[in-house]
């Protein structure tokens, strides 16, 4: 049964409107949460982090919002760029550092 | 800024061979893991080690084995490569976020 769920394949986003990237987890056990962001044949990168105590971190352009009750994390990217365009993991661990299970992932589109 | 490299970016192997994925890390960090990314299924974990010597069986062990001799250095062996092994190798390693590596196209024939 999948522990960290992405149940939307793909999203589509106008050039400086809000992209919106949702993720449910199953394991009230988790406690640290992760975005990555992924281009092909490339490793993917670390966006953004949030721990369980807090339910909102903003760096930059990206900003994650954690509701432990509801076991759902987003991710806001605003504006949105042609840049953006990439494929999305969701991450999900019992601490940092350790181990981590992963969504399917969301691929953004960006168009100009 | 964290370097994570792994030996190869493509390799082509034989069903039945022994096949070797190096990754090394620069940052002194503790926690190392390997995953393999394949088209739906997102990123699963095969191995992972949170210190020398020592390797814990991810979600998907079989079929793979793993060294780490030393601290910045972690292995992942195929004992006998399988076509359904073809798949994107990904490495990473921790202190906090994981840092991953370019990854390994890895085919099977």
């Known amino acids: 049964d999948q522990q960290v769920k992405q149940n939307s394949p793909s999203l589509s986003v106008q050039e400086g409107r809000i992209s919106i990237l949702n993720c449910d987890y199953t394991?009230?056990?988790?406690?640290?949460f992760l975005w990555y962001k992924k281009y092909p044949a490339e490793g993917p990168t670390f966006l953004i982090s949030i721990s369980s105590i807090k339910d909102k971190n903003e760096d930059g352009r990206f900003t994650v919002f954690l509701n432990k009750s509801a076991k759902h994390l987003s991710l806001h990217i605003v504006p949105s760029q042609p840049g953006d365009s990439a494929v999305y993991f969701c991450a999900a661990g019992l601490q940092a550092g350790t181990a981590l299970i992963f969504g399917k992932g969301t691929t953004l589109s960006v168009s100009s | 800024d964290v370097k994570v490299t792994q030996s190869s970016r493509y390799l082509v192997k034989r069903t039945g061979e022994k096949v070797f994925l190096e990754c090394v890390q620069d940052m002194d960090h503790e926690n190392m893991f390997w995953y393999r990314q394949d088209p739906g299924l997102g990123l699963r974990l095969i191995y992972f080690s949170y210190d020398v010597k020592m390797k814990e069986k991810g979600d998907i062990p079989e079929g793979y084995s793993v060294s780490r001799e030393k601290k910045e250095r972690f292995s992942l062996i195929l004992e006998s490569a399988s076509t359904n092994q073809t798949s994107m190798y990904l490495c990473?390693?921790?202190?906090?976020?994981?840092?991953f590596g370019p990854g390994t196209r890895l085919t099977v024939t």
């Open positions: 394991n009230s056990m988790f406690d640290y």
């Open positions: 990473a390693s921790s202190q906090y976020e994981q840092y």
